[in-house]
């Protein structure tokens, strides 16, 4: 009898508890080595920018909510940051500050999640739990603010829908307070850990040349040297303001992406800071915006710094209170695409940690 | 026990054996039970959490309903599934774990049956739970069993190289295999004990056995977040138990394996301590070695297949040859042992 080997054909997800949600990938496996991998995306579509063309903008804002779930103030801001540009609408001092010091918190509490279910994907327990004990304060924070707890539809064009409630600051100063101990406490019981290092360094590594050509952003891009920061380089909101540097990697592998995320951790601590301290005692947190919002003809892009990215809003708008036509540049969308081409040759164990690293929300991949 | 099995067999002692293995069994199943009542209330306190405490009082009956839960259920055998493997697949790893369990000597005469070469037996039986791993991956005819399944067959016996390995010295040091008789060479308090000329053998037994028993760092058999399950995706019920059953009742055998090899058994640490009966040392010594075990669960991430294999053969094994070398040097020019 004459023995034969094939390819095994393996399908991971769109129920498996390392793909984040709803992702599917086909990967050919030679024994445990990968040989070819082609994610399949589309099974949490919902079509947010088809239906936003029949809204009006303010409703518009609970759908984009529902994007990036983990890191939901950012997309609202995206939304009413196109509509503000275009209206050229002022956004009051007050009403800044709040969306910077949400959107900060965010990116901390969006961070956190990815800590924790990465080391989850790693192997590791009980960094999962200390991640949502640490994010749970967020949630509490922004339940405070806004009432919700994941979904917040916060911000609406011109300014944000909530004031700060009596004592809401002193508690978030207390909160950037205790994360900064906690942070070094996470550094002290994962980054050195020898297990840890062994299974990210030099795993799933790529150059500043290859990132940029598949258009990764983010952390993604940050790990190979590239200082892009869309804070820094195209300040929005507020960030002019304040005193913070760009975290960059080196090498472009799971390690360094590791290391520039919880690094932003740290950055963001600091924005917060300095935000809490000049934060104005009191104002408006609504500028002066018509009544109904018909956007001038023409069209609008901006692109602000998410957690995992460059999100991107681009509306045509034809004088009507709806949009004729609505675009979100999704970040996680576009940094998955690199995943066929680092998964190739990698072992079993190493889709979980390259995917894990690549850090997308389903949600916001299928739109 | 030895009195019996001197004798020639006959109604009386074949009951007396029976009633024997009924009480080991019983001690066991209670084991399992609070070990993993006290496993889920550990990594609990560590991860700030309470840990189960709602069914019963502190949460003590949590595991008699998840066990009943799981013999309530269907029986769910797969379609495509090799139906007489996957049968006999769980009784395959549940009944070596608990044969072994007969030549453990809980003081020096409580014990179900001297064996001559206790280590040997214990290392030859369990290597019989490898096959009935690999026997379910296959026979489940899931990929993710089957990757699982080759996984473990690969890991348990890379590893059983160096545990086999790493004894080696303590039995040069005893001149015997016999467990008893290992622990009576260790007469006295804690410097008489193995684990300080042993210290090499020490740490290259523990991590071995930690990847036997499949457990963090080395639990990739069944790595949740790459293989769904591993070789027991496929089960449910009370199939699925006697796999979660024979996993414990390893963790018992190799907790008790380490107390009697290298921690002096049941002898007392301190002379001052010497009023405290035998039973109670080996009890606190074997669940300090529990309780490391879920705290190493409960702190460390997982290692990779390959970075698994080369530690095994690449680490271990020449440890072990060292800790060999080490021992025979220090019997010849320092008279260690007997």
Redesign the interface.
């Known amino acids: 009898m004459t023995t034969r080997t094939e390819e095994l054909l393996l399908n991971v997800g769109p129920q498996h508890p390392s793909t984040h949600g709803v992702l599917r990938i086909v990967v050919k496996l030679d024994g445990e080595i990968v040989t070819e991998a082609e994610p399949v995306t589309g099974y949490l579509h919902r079509g947010t920018e088809k239906l936003a063309e029949s809204l009006n903008y303010t409703q518009i804002i609970p759908y984009t909510d529902r994007m990036d779930y983990v890191s939901a103030m950012t997309n609202n801001y995206v939304l009413c940051y196109a509509v503000e540009k275009m209206m050229g609408i002022e956004v009051p001092e007050r009403a800044q500050f709040l969306r910077l010091i949400a959107m900060e918190l965010q990116r901390i509490a969006s961070h956190l999640v990815w800590w924790g279910t990465y080391l989850l994907d790693i192997g590791a327990l009980s960094p999962f739990l200390f991640a949502f004990n640490d994010r749970e304060r967020i949630l509490q924070l922004f339940n405070e603010l806004c009432g919700a707890r994941l979904t917040y539809n916060y911000m609406r064009i011109g300014g944000v829908k909530w004031d700060a409630p009596e004592g809401w600051i002193d508690r978030v100063k207390q909160f950037v307070k205790d994360m900064k101990s906690h942070l070094d406490e996470y550094h002290n019981l994962v980054s050195g850990n020898e297990i840890f290092l062994s299974r990210v360094k030099g795993v799933g590594a790529y150059d500043a040349r290859t990132a940029i050509e598949y258009g990764l952003s983010g952390p993604n891009l940050r790990c190979t040297g590239v200082k892009w920061d869309l804070r820094k380089n195209e300040p929005y909101c507020i960030y002019d303001r304040f005193e913070f540097d760009v975290p960059v990697g080196k090498n472009g592998d799971c390690y360094d992406r590791y290391y520039v995320r919880m690094e932003e951790i740290r950055q963001s601590l600091r924005i917060l800071e300095q935000a809490l301290e000049q934060f104005p005692p009191e104002g408006e947190t609504m500028g002066k915006v018509p009544r109904v919002i018909r956007p001038p003809v023409g069209e609008v892009f901006v692109r602000i710094e998410s957690p995992r990215g460059e999100l991107g809003c681009y509306i045509v708008s034809r004088g009507k209170a709806e949009p004729y036509r609505l675009k979100f540049r999704r970040p996680s969308f576009v940094n998955l695409q690199i995943l066929p081409k680092l998964l190739v040759g990698e072992s079993m164990t190493n889709l979980v940690t390259i995917l894990g690293s690549i850090d997308i929300v389903l949600g916001e991949v299928d739109g | 026990m030895q009195r019996y099995w001197d004798e020639p067999l006959s109604w009386t002692n074949a009951g007396i054996f029976t009633l024997g293995a009924v009480a080991v069994l019983a001690v066991v199943i209670v084991f399992v039970t609070y070990a993993i009542y006290f496993e889920r209330k550990v990594?609990g306190w560590?991860?700030?959490?309470k840990g189960p405490n709602r069914v019963g009082p502190f949460g003590l009956l949590q595991t008699v309903a998840d066990v009943a839960k799981l013999l309530l259920k269907e029986d769910v055998i797969p379609a495509k599934a090799d139906r007489a493997l996957f049968i006999l697949a769980p009784a395959l790893a549940f009944v070596p774990s608990f044969a072994v369990l007969a030549i453990i000597p809980y003081g020096m005469n409580l014990q179900f049956a001297d064996v001559n070469v206790g280590f040997l037996y214990y290392v030859a039986l369990s290597g019989v739970t490898t096959i009935s791993v690999v026997i379910a991956g296959w026979a489940s005819n899931n990929?993710?069993a089957l990757?699982g399944g080759m996984?473990s067959g690969a890991q348990m016996i890379s590893y059983e190289v160096p545990l086999v390995l790493s004894v080696v010295g303590v039995a040069m040091m005893t001149g015997s295999l016999n467990l008893r008789e290992i622990v009576q060479a260790q007469e006295g308090y804690f410097w008489n004990w193995n684990f300080l000329p042993q210290i090499i053998g020490f740490g290259v037994f523990i991590v071995s056995a930690l990847a036997e028993l499949n457990r963090?760092?080395f639990?990739?058999p069944e790595?949740?977040?790459?293989?769904?399950a591993g070789y027991h995706v496929e089960y449910s019920g009370f199939r699925f138990a006697f796999f979660m059953l024979a996993e414990y009742v390893y963790l018992y055998a190799i907790a008790c394996l380490t107390t009697l090899l290298f921690l002096g058994g049941w002898n007392p640490p301190l002379p001052q301590l010497d009023f405290i009966p035998g039973i109670v040392w080996f009890i606190l010594k074997f669940l300090f070695i529990v309780f490391s075990v879920f705290w190493i669960?409960?702190?460390?991430?997982?290692?990779?297949?390959?970075?698994l294999m080369g530690m095994a053969w690449k680490v271990l094994v020449p440890l072990a040859i060292l800790n060999i070398l080490v021992t025979a040097a220090g019997i010849q020019w320092f008279g260690w042992g007997g």
Do not use: H, W
């Open positions: 990594i560590m991860q700030f959490r990929k993710y990757l996984r963090t760092p639990d990739l790595a949740e977040s790459e293989l769904v669960r409960a702190t460390f991430p997982r290692l990779r297949v390959d970075q």
